[in-house]
């Protein structure tokens, strides 16, 4: 068996790619890859735990994870349209109405 | 005791009377639902209170006073505790009182038909009602058993002297007198409020006899004195201070309503208020109860002399003081406003040495003729049109004969003429005080001396207005063709002109001491009271507890003196103002005329007072309050909005900063963490 | 039971006429109100009580004591009952809330039912206000009413509502913070000894003399700091000066019926708070700071009589009144004497139904006129004849005539502060804070004769008749209940007396 080291950097790896993404991308699209990206990063913790102790709580919460991260999707999506129809473009730098 | 149980109703009728005109004021606003716009209701319902105290009186002198708890205002349950009622005390002065009040105020009922209702003024219920009103907080007030109900009444009686004198509230200057005449007694009455409070914090009672096991608080305070008291909260002073205080501060609500000084300012505005009700505040009503309450509570003031030298130096100053102002005055009602002030000055000074009965006498035979005066001015009124400027008219004796003649009575009565009743009163009020001084009280001749000398400017003034507004040549159009009156109006007048004259009969005191004919009847009657509210018992406390002593001094000297000062003052006016076309002497008086027509300045130094004392406090206290109190609130708050409109600004609307700061956020939050659980050490 | 009921039904009632169209939503508030009305006289009339709630020895009415949370080694109750503290003010909130409703008819046009559902939905959390007997249920109600009252005066007020409103609520809930945190180290310091929040275990216990020490500090200095947090806490509510700031400002913006509300019962949460917490509880330190609160008391009375003096606009010099007015129940309570904290409970109510009744008068007026400004208008008695008979009837009421409730509080409050024993200087304090009823009757007369009295004249363009009988007949039902109360105060002092007395028995450690 892999020992859960492997899975954890990976995560880690993944997780790192994610907010790498949040920090330097400009593009809405992108933002919610990397979103995406580190959701995924931590499921891979659930299932790596998961086969670790034997036990499918984790893998039940990853389950949910998936789902919670579809209606994530969905969401963002719209976000991101109505940012489209609002401002003629997908950078979220450029709407800033929502400050002080 | 079946008589007795309809004494309440003496106070029931007037009230009933209010609440009917009241309910027509309110429910049938504009329509002519009652006759006489209110005034029947009220007639009758005085008709019947005067037959019920006549009936009360003719009682008490049959089966001695009544005295009876009614009602439990509040009750207390028990130590410590204070059962506060309302009580039924029908005494030989109490019945005088009744009978007094409901006699003039049918009068002045009857007589407003002929002032108000033939005149056509609007608003008559309202009107009736507070007539209504006023005679039922009055006669409550007389028939009140302890302080607290009397206070009570007092104040309910200075509510009504409000809604009357401010009757004509469309004008401005009516509404402007009439809260100067509350404030000006609600001051008094701050006082007097404080003392009855103290009253039931020293005794634990305030009634004026003790009844059904409730005790008195004069026969408490006597026992206290005499040194066999208990339960007597005394605030750590000796007793006979703390009794002095609690006299005096009872004693402001006297000064105010019977507008002595310094308080008096606020009685010649309330002339303002039609002249029927000048007449019931002067004669019977509101003016009247603080003298009253002196009376009915006497067997207090008795105990304590040095409150007693002040009433009576307050009397004698008040009496000189408001004479020499009536001296200058134009306006007829003006006059009589400061004949009042000084009258009761006199009741005062009577009380204070020692006259209980000389006081009451006074109170009643000045009743009458006052009543008598503001009606017969009030004819003169209608006449002239509502013009009260006596040097408008002139010549109005043979126009107005009835008036002219009822009007004389009065003034003779007022200057204190023999054989009229304001000559035997007065009389008494001077030689009871005289007594006493000459018995070892400089202060009281002090105060008989400004008395006396109050008596000549009283002949004068008097007479100045009578010779000013009958006599003489008219002095305008108006006084040459004047308006007629009525029997509504010369009814009452005669009424009170017959005993104007007469009502000194009550008394005859120099008659006795000269005849030995039993002739003091109202000496008698009041000293047959109940066991501690008596004239006996009274002057039984002045002698031992306030240690006043008569000196034996001749009755008749002190009435020639008086009546001498008296005809000197009416000569002079005579002398003066006895022309077809007087002129103005009292101009030649210079400097000193100003000083009296303006009052002595009183009435602006008070407002002055009020105005930068008072308002000037408030407008202090509000700049404090704005800017300082508010100021501090809003300050705090201003921290916080200060830095949140500095902190706001990391809100920037980047997603991207938000991002970035999330992400610090977390690496600081591990960092720190690693530190706490040293993995970096 | 009974209770419960009225709580829940008034609820109900304010969600469904939350939810009611706006056209009939004053009615069938109005309608739905009269119910608690009829509940509360109902209960008044077989009122058996005896005793003071919170201490030994007392016969509670109407009490339900349920276990209901346990919470960090404290048992949560759902304790509900009252006595003869509480039920005058119980009837109270009933009575104002139902004619404050009436009152708001003419006034109120835009989202109609969601403010009468606001009114009612505060009626409940006042009623549970006065009736709870458990610390966690009385505070939740306590904190409740602040909701309501924000958007009351938020949504319908004048041209400052919001800065109104905000302040309002800021002020009272940083006052709910430390009074919650006083209260906090009251129970921590009794330790053991107490097993709940009820607050009659905690009165017992603290007047037993089990406060220990806590948090570093011993027990005196742990009372004090208690009572100090207390006393400035609901300080704010009631309110003494200098925290009465807060107050102009939200009763100008507030809406009339609004205004009635907050000066009738939202003060007297304050007044209550302190006869339940500060003197039912921590006596001794009350009586040691004696003079330190008549201080406040009779600052509070002056100072706020002079404020009013000051003021031009009606309501305000009605609010400022207020300050005046509630200083006596302080005097009151810390005379200490069974006729200084039955007056307080006794001016609690009075007070309640005057500036109601003043408020609600100055409003039918502003209905009509459109302006409270005493420069603005003169002679209105001319025009609206019956508003002002009331309206002056209420001001001599409010100057505390006698047979009217204002003076009969009034007196308890001077005759029990005279002679207190407690307090040293009594008289002198009595004496100064009596100086209130000169000011008071001064700058309610002059405000009464510029208005109402002389020629008539409006600055604003309206045209003045008189009031709708909406308008008129709640106010008339309050002077006539006023009235009623000073010609009878025996309608409710028998009761108030009763539980005031275990109060001032300081038997035990206390």
Known sequence: MVPAQWYLLLAAAVFCIGVFGVLTRSNALMFLMSVELMLNAANINFVAFSLQWGNVTGQTFGLFTMAIAAAEVAIGIGIILVLYRNFRDTDVTSATTMRW | ?681 | MIIEILIAFTLVAALATFFAPDRVSGKLAFALSLVPVVGSLYMWSLFDASGNALLQGSQVAFETNMPWISLGGYEIAWHVGLDGISLPLFVLTTVLTSLAIVSAWTPIDTRASQFYGLMLFMEASLLGVFSALDFFAWFVFWEAVLVPMYFLIGVWGGPRRKYAAIKFFVYTNVASLAMFIGFMALVFALGDSVTSLGLPEIAQATRAGEVGSYFGLGAGAIKTVAFAAMFVGFGVKVPIAPFHTWLPDAHVEAPTPVSVMLAGVLLKMGTYALLRFNFTMLPDVAAQYAIIIAVFAVVSVIYGAFLALAQQDLKRIVAYSSVSSMGYVILGLVAYTLYGVGGATFQMVAHGLISGLMFMTVGVIYNTTHTRMVGDMSGLADRMPVTVGILVAAAFGYMGLPLMAGFAAEFFIFVGSFGSQTLPFAPLFTALAMFGIVVVAGYLLFAMQRTLFGPFRLETDYTVGPAPLHDKLPIAVLLLLVIALGVAPELFWGMILDAVEPVLETGGGA
């Open chain 2, 1 to 681: 005791m079946a008589a007795f149980d309809y004494a309440p109703v003496i106070v029931l009728l007037p009230f009933l009377s209010f609440l009917v005109a009241i309910g027509t004021a309110i429910f049938a606003r504009g329509k002519n639902v009652l006759p006489k716009g209110g005034a029947l209701p009220g007639i009758v319902a005085m008709a019947g209170a005067l037959l019920l105290s006549i009936w009360m009186f003719v009682t008490v002198e049959a089966q001695g006073a009544y005295d009876q708890t009614l009602y439990t205002w509040a009750s207390g349950p028990g130590e410590g505790t204070f059962t506060l009622t309302f009580g039924v005390l029908v005494d030989q002065l109490s019945a005088m009182m009744l009978v007094i009040v409901t006699l003039v105020s049918l009068l002045v009922h009857v007589f407003s038909l002929g002032y108000m209702n033939d005149e056509d003024e609007t608003g008559l219920p309202r009107y009736y009602a507070g007539l209504g009103l006023f005679s039922a907080s009055m006669l409550g007030f007389v028939v009140a058993d302890n302080l607290l109900m009397a206070f009570m009444f007092f104040e309910l009686v200075g509510l009504c002297s409000w809604l009357l004198i401010g009757f004509w509230f469309r004008e401005p200057g009516p509404p402007s007198a009439a809260k100067k005449a509350f404030l000006v007694t609600r001051f008094g009455d701050y006082f007097f409020l404080i003392g009855v409070v103290a009253v039931f914090a020293t005794f634990g009672t305030s009634q004026f006899s003790p009844i059904g096991g409730m005790e008195a608080f004069p026969v408490l305070a006597e026992e206290a004195l005499t040194g066999s008291a208990e339960g007597i909260n005394t605030f750590g002073f000796d007793a006979a201070t703390w009794f002095n205080i609690v006299g005096l501060l009872v004693l402001g609500g006297v000064v105010g309503k019977s507008a002595q000084f310094p308080l008096h300012t606020w009685l010649p505005d309330a002339m303002e208020g039609p002249t029927p009700v000048s007449a019931l505040i002067h004669a019977a009503t509101m003016v009247a109860a603080g003298v009253f309450l002196v009376a009915r509570m006497y067997g207090f003031y008795a105990l304590i002399p040095t409150t007693l030298a002040i009433i009576a130096f307050i009397g004698g100053f008040t009496a000189l003081f408001a004479a020499t102002m009536g001296v200058v005055k134009r306006e007829i009602k003006q006059v009589l406003a400061y004949s009042t002030i000084s009258q009761y000055g006199y009741m005062m000074l009577a009380l204070g040495g020692g006259g209980y009965v000389a006081a009451t006498f006074h109170l009643m035979t000045h009743a009458f003729f006052k009543a008598l005066l503001f009606l017969g001015a009030g004819s003169v009124i209608i006449a002239m049109h509502h013009n009260e400027n006596m040097w408008d008219m002139g010549g109005l004796k043979e126009r107005m004969p009835v008036t002219y003649y009822t009007f004389l009575s009065g003034s003779l009565a007022l200057a204190g003429i023999f054989p009229f009743a304001g000559f035997w009163s007065k009389d008494e009020v001077l030689y009871e005080t005289l007594v006493h001084g000459l018995g070892g009280s400089p202060l009281l001749l002090a105060a008989y001396a400004m008395g006396l000398l109050a008596v000549f400017f009283t002949g004068f003034y008097t007479f100045r207005m009578v010779l000013l507004t009958f006599h003489g040549e008219p002095r305008s159009e108006t006084a040459r063709n004047p308006h007629g009156v009525r029997w509504n109006v010369k009814g009452p007048l005669v009424v009170l002109g017959v005993l104007a004259a007469t009502a000194g009969f009550a008394n005859l005191v120099p008659v006795e001491k000269l005849t030995g004919a039993n002739v003091d009847f109202l000496h008698d009657w009041l000293y047959h009271g109940p066991e501690t509210l008596n004239g006996e018992h009274y002057s039984t406390l002045l002698h031992d507890v306030a240690g006043y002593t008569a000196a034996d001094f001749s009755v008749l000297i002190s009435a020639a003196v008086s009546l001498g000062m008296a005809l000197a003052g009416v000569g002079l006016a005579w002398m003066l103002y006895n022309d077809p076309s007087p002129e103005e002497h009292t101009a030649k008086l210079g400097a000193v005329k100003d000083l009296w027509y303006h009052n002595y300045y009183q009435d602006e130094f008070q407002v002055w007072l009020a105005e930068t004392g008072g308002l000037g406090i408030a407008r202090g206290s509000d700049k404090f309050d704005q800017g300082v109190v508010d100021g501090v609130v809003n300050g705090v708050s201003s921290v916080s909005l200060f830095s949140g409109s500095r902190v706001k600004r990391v809100q920037t609307g980047v997603v991207s900063n938000y991002a970035a700061l999330l992400t610090l956020g977390v690496v600081v939050l591990m960092v720190a963490l690693g530190l706490y659980g040293g993995w970096f050490l």
